[in-house]
């Protein structure tokens, strides 16, 4: 039986949990219905196609539901799926033995990142779609990963590091280096008095 642990949603997940646990399999349904659209989301960060993305997504709840008498509530639940998620893509990947070209950073000072980071966050606020996901696919699988749990999840440093299994200190320079490529990105993409615009909106 999963103990009642502050992290994990109140009552609902774990009240999910032990019915499946107990037999109730049709369960199941429920807590696939409330985080198939973010592991979905990951997914296709990753896979950068949608057919791959729906495949790994199937694979991951089939492997959640197989090892759900595993979770001990060590973690949130959306943690321990979405960590899930993210090791099926890279089997995917792997078996695919596909690779992305990563993106060269033109050394700008630390400044011009924060502008590009504020653009990106400007983007997002007034829901950007296209170019937000254009900026997105342009990235290797695994920042896209990690960039997506980081600005759209608001995940802690902690919890990004149990997904990906890697030390907190080690998530932190990648997202730092993550940040520096989506700038160049950015800045390729945007008209140069929009993005003097993006750095009179920091002052």
């Not at 899930?84 to 990142?113: E, W």
């Not at 653009?119 to 997506?148: G, H, R, Y």
């Not at 749990?149 to 280096?177: A, G, P, Q, T």
Request: charged letters at 30%; a neutral charge.
């Amino acid at each position: 039986m999963v103990s009642s642990k502050e992290n994990m949603t109140p009552t609902s997940d774990e009240i999910i949990i032990n019915q499946i646990n107990a037999g109730d399999s049709k369960q199941f349904a429920i807590l696939v219905d409330r985080y198939k659209d973010l592991v979905f989301t990951l997914a296709l960060r990753m896979m950068k196609h949608r057919e791959e993305a729906e495949e790994v997504s199937q694979d991951t709840f089939i492997k959640v539901y197989k090892s759900l008498s595993n979770f001990k509530g060590d973690s949130k639940l959306s943690t321990w799926i979405y960590r899930i998620a993210y090791h099926a893509c890279l089997d995917r990947l792997k078996k695919n033995k596909r690779h992305y070209l990563d993106v060269s950073m033109d050394g700008d000072r630390p400044i011009q990142v924060e502008v590009m980071e504020n653009a990106f966050n400007q983007l997002v606020e007034q829901e950007q779609k296209q170019k937000i996901q254009f900026c997105l696919e342009q990235l290797p699988s695994e920042d896209a990963f990690l960039i997506t749990l980081y600005y759209f999840e608001d995940l802690s440093m902690d919890e990004i590091s149990k997904i990906v299994s890697l030390e907190s200190n080690h998530v932190k320079v990648k997202l730092f280096r993550i940040r520096k490529k989506l700038a160049s990105i950015l800045k390729s993409q945007l008209e140069p008095e929009i993005i003097e615009s993006y750095g009179r909106a920091r002052k």
